[in-house]
Each structure stands twice: as structure tokens, then as C-alpha cells.
């Protein structure tokens, strides 16, 4: 068994399968927007700390900036259309909200509200940002987490019946096996 070299640019790829988000943020008026997000990690416990990796390129990005917060809305594997619509257009073109079948809920602490049919949602206020090359490091400090019911098993999903939908890479998703690899 020998290696193959890949590209630098491609390493990405090969951190994945990684969890699908859409990061909901409101605009002035209120009005929501959506995007998928895989490029996601928690960073502290205490405070709770996560971070997202946006371009600022996105409208998301002038969004958050502008609001200074957002949801993390998990997704499970009947979503995929969901990934592929939030993850394809722009906000500053379309309502991808209209265009879908999601149903935002007001949330608690935060302006952006966020996603009845995701398995886990996150409200967060941003926290601080950091430049990290061709994306912003967005850190969210998270203020509120809901899951779906009967997910869950003591505090990790029970993947018989969470099934979290991970990103592949170049359109392609998967999700979880049936059960754990223990130790
Ligand atoms: C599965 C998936 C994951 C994505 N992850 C990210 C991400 O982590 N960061 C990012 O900046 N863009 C990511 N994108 C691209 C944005 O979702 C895409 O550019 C989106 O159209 C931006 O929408 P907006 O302009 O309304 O904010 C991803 C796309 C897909 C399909």
C-alpha cells in the first residue's frame, strides 16, 4: 500500500464527511436568509464557543456582520435538497426560504430565528471573527441549543436514530451506520 499525492488546495475533502448546517441570518428588515455550512467546529466549552468558516463573499457574512448574530441549524439525512438549494444561491438574489419547504421558528436570545425540522439548532451571538485566508473565522458564543426529541442518549445522538447528514465533498452527501464503534 503506497500513498498518492493530492493537491494542497484539495486537502479539504479529506477532512469530510463533516455535519451540513444552514446558518440563518436576518437582514435589517428582519427578513431571514439561509446557507449551508460544513465548515464548522465547537472551539471552547466554557464559555461555549463554536466556529464557522464563512467567506466574506457570502451574504450570510454581510449579514452577520451587520446583525451580529445567527442559528446553527444541524441537518439529517432527508435533507439534502435543503443543503444543495441554501448551498447554491444567494440570498442576494432569491428568498431560498420561499423556494423551500423549512419553517422558521422566532428564537429565544437571538434576532435570527431558526429551523423547526433540524435534528439540533443553535442560537449564537457572534463573539469575535478572525481573517483565516479566502473565509472569516466567525466564532459564535452559543446561548441557546435545542434537539430534536428523542434523539438523543445521555448527551451524544443515538445515530439509530439521528441520522446526521455529513458532506462529502463536490455535491456528494452521506450519513452514519447503525452503530458505534466502540472502544
Ligand atoms: C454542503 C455545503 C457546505 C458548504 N459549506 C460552506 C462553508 O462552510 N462556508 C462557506 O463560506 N460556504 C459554504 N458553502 C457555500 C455556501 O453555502 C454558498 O456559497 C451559498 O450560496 C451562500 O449563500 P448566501 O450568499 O445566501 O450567504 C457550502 C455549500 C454546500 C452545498
Known amino acids: ?32 436568509n439561509g446557507m449551508s455550512a460544513a465548515w464548522l467546529t465547537p472551539t471552547s466549552r466554557d464559555p461555549p464557543l463554536l466556529a464557522v468558516a464563512i467567506s466574506p463573499k457570502r451574504y450570510t457574512y454581510e ?22 438549494l441554501f448551498g447554491s444561491l444567494s440570498g442576494r438574489d432569491v428568498d431560498k426560504f420561499k ?5 422558521l421558528v422566532k428564537s429565544n436570545v437571538v434576532k435570527s430565528p431558526h429551523i423547526a425540522e433540524a435534528l439540533t439548532a443553535i442560537e449564537c451571538t457572534l463573539y469575535n471573527e478572525y481573517s483565516a485566508g479566502d473565509h472569516q473565522l466567525i466564532i459564535g458564543r452559543v446561548e441557546k441549543v435545542y434537539v430534536r ?20 465533498g463536490g455535491g456528494s452527501y452521506t450519513t452514519t451506520i447503525d452503530r458505534t464503534l466502540t472502544r
Open 1 to 32: 500500500m503506497g500513498f498518492i499525492e493530492v493537491k494542497p488546495r484539495s486537502f479539504v475533502y479529506l477532512l469530510q464527511p463533516k455535519p451540513v448546517a444552514i446558518i440563518v441570518s436576518v437582514d435589517v428588515n428582519g427578513k431571514s
Open 99 to 103: 423556494k423551500s419547504k423549512l419553517t
Open 63 to 84: 449579514l452577520i456582520k451587520q446583525s451580529r448574530d445567527f442559528t446553527v441549524n444541524i441537518l439529517d439525512s432527508s435533507m439534502v435538497d435543503e443543503a444543495e
Open 149 to 168: 426529541e428523542g434523539v438523543l442518549e445521555e448527551d451524544v445522538y443515538d445515530i439509530s436514530k439521528a441520522k446526521v447528514l455529513l458532506y462529502l
